[in-house]
């Protein structure tokens, strides 16, 4: 159990600076302390080859990615309702976005075969997966709070 005087690690969006953050001020738009722009800003942060195991490593908070690619319809189709997902789960979750045709190697690493492809991450491991698109954010917050 976690008291308000306990702190979490936090990575930025923006930067990927680890940041620690009290628990009690999570919900007060904390800001990162290195470039000073806001941990939770309500929309999915894009990773990278550099950044993804930063922030599934790293964050204390469970991170939900969407593995996508630009070509993939139903991904463009998913693509509004997860944005506005991101705004009903953060700051408990964070959500994050991986192009797999910028990161074939992150991709392959977890086997994503079909997509778009959500995965849950907790503590660093991956804990709950669904292939497909979801239709609403509403689905979205719904199925990853069922997995928490």
Not at 38 to 47: I, K, R, T, Y
Not at 50 to 55: I, L, T
Not at 58 to 76: E, K
Request: hydrophobic share 40%; glycine share 6%.
């Amino acid at each position: 159990m976690t008291t308000s005087t306990e702190s979490l690690h936090i990575v930025c969006p923006h930067c990927h600076t680890t940041n620690r953050v009290r628990v009690a001020d999570m919900r007060s738009s904390p800001d990162c302390g290195q470039c000073h722009q806001s941990l939770f800003d309500g929309h999915p942060v894009a990773l990278d080859d550099a950044s993804f195991d930063k922030h599934i490593g790293r964050s204390q908070r469970p991170v939900l990615v969407d593995f996508w690619a630009p070509w993939c319809g139903p991904c463009r189709m998913m693509a509004p309702a997860y944005e506005q997902a991101a705004a009903l789960l953060e700051p408990q979750v964070r959500l994050a976005k991986l192009n797999t045709e910028e990161a074939q190697g992150i991709a392959a690493r977890f086997n994503i075969r079909s997509i778009p492809t959500l995965a849950l991450f907790v503590g660093g491991k991956e804990v709950a997966r669904q292939a497909g698109a979801f239709r609403s954010a509403a689905d979205i917050a719904q199925w990853a709070r069922s997995h928490l």
